[in-house]
């Protein structure tokens, strides 16, 4: 990977758990402060529809405590049999109530009993002391105002249609009251007291004016942002939450855990609820009547869908200005990087060009930092690379000169070896014979003397013999002449045979005899004139080295692709010193074994030169004073020809 | 004493058809000679040889070689039996024959001498395909 590649994904790296790490803080953060702003603000709600709920009794109670002031309503108190005067106030009272639309309007004895009931006159006498505003105002004395429930007889009692109501608006006969229960005094002592209330039930006026005051009726989707409901117990009596239809939701409950919390244990309920089929933030006051007992539930509620599309705004806004800001550093984080690499990666590049050979390439230098100082040292170095190498390019050419010069030389000195030897070669060849002729007596009787005498010209002339042919076949080899022409040859039939058939004369001369363990299957891959020059220089020496009535044995082992090839003879061996000089150019073996058997020291440097030139071996091994014998190695037949 | 056997020497040595000749007067052959294949050739024509002995390799003027003139010999209907011997300096061209053998239903190559050679090797050969001398 490049450097500006790790870079980069070092930065991208980095910044991703960044931006995560903030995503998520930021998340959580928001929503926190969103939820609890939400929930602030739905107390704040709350105390709101407190007032308002509260306001509704604050006339009732007022209208009450004036009522109880009405100087004719004293006199029906004093004088309760008087039909005329409480015919005139039960009429004046039920204009009053129905002109501050009163569910009850009543007027009771100082012990309960109701003298007058304006919403229904002829049912009266009863006993309303165990109601629990007239059972505080007798024990008190004071007024007593707030929400009582009212059972289903009671409301019987009160007059026609209203249980109907109740049970219309939210299936619960019972009814519930806000009202105010005020003593009517006269000189210290309670000489009646004047009930007013309006019912709950069915009632829109203010949970409307909750909603309309609290959240100005705003909509949003499609559903109401705020809500308010009252409840008797745990059931809906009025409310501007609305079911699946749109319809106001009387009549349906509360959840149980709510109900719990608020109704059995008397404690305000905050938080998210899903209120018919919506999430609101919502709050749950309980109501109790003036006993104290927990008659119901005061409910507001926010449309929580606005604080979650506020939050995710928010979050949005957030991540944006993160992404941005990550975008921003990462641009400037990939410029600087790319300014500082680009020095760098000019630098490979020239090391690059400089390994490849171009010595003549500078790097520019521009800055004063430490990639400015390696690129001076680099330039410096390539300078010094570039004066060496043309200094080594010139001595190259002049020893390559001079090695043209020397192989030109040798080249003259080999041809005009070649040419000399091949001119002695037919002279000489007449002249042995012509030797032999007479040597031999074929032109007649010669002494001892004469003999001997040309016993050591012909000695002579077949070291001269053998020099030249050596020298020949050295010659051709060093020229190139005799490049490698490989065939496959069966070694046996094609080049033993021939070979031993031209020393024939030679080994009887000496009585020896050859066993010859090469197989007939013995198939070569190689040059077979200089493989014939090998084979003839090997027993040409077996023959002449080895003891007069001795065994020359020929063997070919075969390897893996190779075949190991040897001549072995009967004789004086060869000294371990003598070993390493064996196949050298001109080198003879100068011991006292071998006096008088003089060698040209070519023919095993020749043999070297062939099987070398094949990708053989040659060498040597002997027992000294027993036998030696030269093995060498020939590649299999592996060609079809 | 019977007639003395005859034998056509084709070599462009000199000295070594002189030597050669000396060496085969001495012991009792009648030798013919010829320095250029083309003259040997005719001369075998006129003297019908009871052997030949033939270089491979001639130097001078152009004219088949020793391979060309066994091949001449071997066609012609006077010379067909005639035996030869092939005398050469050149291991490669000593070779050549024994290749071409297999090709050719008969040829007149009885031997191979690769020079030098040694009186008794030649006679050796001659006394092979001529019997021995009286």
């Known amino acids: ?641 | 004493m019977s007639e003395k056997k005859n034998i056509l020497v084709i070599d462009d040595d000199v000295q070594l058809v002189d030597t050669v000749k000396t060496l085969l007067e001495a012991v009792g052959y009648q030798v013919s000679f010829a320095y250029q294949s083309e003259k040997g050739f005719e001369l075998a024509k006129q003297t019908k040889p009871d052997l030949i002995l033939l270089d491979i390799m001639f130097a001078g003027p152009p004219g088949p070689d020793g391979v060309e003139l066994s091949r001449r010999l071997h066609e012609d209907p006077d010379l067909k039996d005639t035996p030869v011997i092939i005398v050469s300096g050149v291991k490669q061209a000593l070779d050549m024959p024994i290749k071409l053998g297999p090709d050719e239903t008969y040829m007149p190559v009885k031997a191979f001498l690769e020079k030098p050679f040694k009186p008794d090797q030649l006679l050796t050969q001659i006394e092979k395909i001529l019997g021995p001398r009286a």
């Open chain 1, 1 to 641: 990977m490049r450097l500006q590649a790790k870079f980069n994904l070092g930065i991208i790296i980095i910044f991703t758990i960044l931006a995560i790490v903030i995503a998520v803080v930021t998340i959580i953060y928001v929503d926190n402060n969103t939820i609890r702003e939400a929930e602030n603000r739905v107390r704040i709600y709350m105390r709101a529809a407190w007032e308002i709920h509260n306001g509704k009794v604050r006339p009732i109670r007022a209208s009450a405590e004036i009522l109880a002031q009405n100087q004719r309503i004293r006199d029906l108190l004093n004088d309760p049999a008087d039909k005329a005067l409480s015919k005139a106030v039960s009429e004046k009272l039920e204009a009053i109530r129905q002109e501050q639309e009163m569910d009850i309007l009543n007027v009771l004895a100082p012990d309960g009993t109701v003298l007058l009931r304006t919403r229904y006159p002829y049912n009266k006498g009863d006993n309303l002391a165990a109601d629990p505003f007239v059972q505080q105002v007798l024990a008190t004395k004071q007024s007593s105002v707030g929400n009582a429930i009212l059972s289903l007889e009671r409301l019987d009692i009160e007059g026609p249609g209203l249980t109907e109501r109740t049970i219309a608006s939210s299936g619960d006969p019972r009814g519930m009251l806000v009202g105010a229960a005020v003593p009517v005094i006269q000189d210290g002592r309670l000489i009646g007291m004047i009930q007013m209330g309006s019912l709950l039930n069915g009632s829109i006026d203010e949970v409307d004016r909750i909603r309309d005051a609290v959240f100005e009726n705003e909509y949003y989707q499609g559903k109401p942002v705020g809500t308010a409901t009252i409840f008797m117990d745990d059931l809906r009596i009025s409310t501007n939450v609305q079911d699946n239809q749109g319809r106001r939701a009387v009549g349906t409950r509360v959840s149980r855990e709510v109900a719990e919390h608020v109704l059995e244990r008397g404690l305000s309920w905050t938080g998210r609820a899903f209120v018919v089929d919506t999430w609101y933030l919502s709050q749950y006051d309980p109501i109790k009547d003036p006993d104290g007992n927990i008659i119901g539930m005061l409910y507001v509620g926010e449309l929580e869908q606005k604080y979650l599309d506020l939050r995710t705004q928010v979050v949005a806004v957030y991540l944006s200005v993160i992404v941005v800001g990550m975008v921003l550093a990462f641009l400037t984080f990939f410029f600087i990087t790319r300014s500082v690499l680009n020095p760098v990666r000019k630098l490979s590049e020239a090391t690059k060009r400089l390994s490849s050979g171009d010595f003549g390439y500078r790097v520019p230098v521009r800055n004063k930092d430490e990639v400015g100082d390696l690129s001076a040292s680099f330039n410096h170095m390539a300078e010094q690379l570039e004066a060496q190498r043309g200094q080594i390019e010139q001595d190259q050419q002049e020893l390559e000169a001079l090695n043209r010069e020397l192989k030109a030389t040798n080249r003259n000195y080999m041809e005009m070896l070649g040419f000399v030897s091949h001119e002695l070669k037919n002279p000489l060849a007449s002249s042995m014979m012509s030797l032999y002729t007479v040597k031999d007596g074929y032109l007649g009787e010669i002494n001892p003397a004469q003999e001997k005498s040309l016993e050591s010209v012909a000695q002579s002339l077949e070291y001269f013999q053998e020099m030249i042919l050596n020298y020949l076949d050295l010659s051709r080899l060093e020229k190139g002449e005799l490049e490698i022409k490989e065939t496959n040859i069966s070694l046996g039939p094609d080049l033993i045979s021939p070979v031993l058939a031209g020393f024939a004369g030679a080994l009887q001369e000496k009585k020896m005899r050859v066993e010859n363990h090469i197989p007939d299957s013995t198939v070569l891959c190689a040059d077979s004139d200089l493989l014939r020059i090998v084979y003839d220089n090997l027993i040409s020496n077996a023959i002449k080295y080895g003891r007069d009535g001795g065994t020359i044995m020929l063997d070919a082992f075969e390897n893996r692709n190779m075949v190991t090839l040897s001549v072995r003879n009967d004789g004086q061996g060869i000294s371990p010193e003598m070993m390493p000089k064996l196949f050298k150019k001109f080198s003879r073996l100068d011991s006292p074994e071998y006096a008088g058997k003089k060698g040209t020291g070519l023919g095993l440097y020749t043999c070297k030169e062939i099987v070398e030139k094949h990708g053989g071996e040659i060498w040597a091994n002997s027992k000294l004073g027993e036998w030696v014998m030269f093995s060498f190695t020939i590649p299999k037949s592996n060609k079809e020809f």
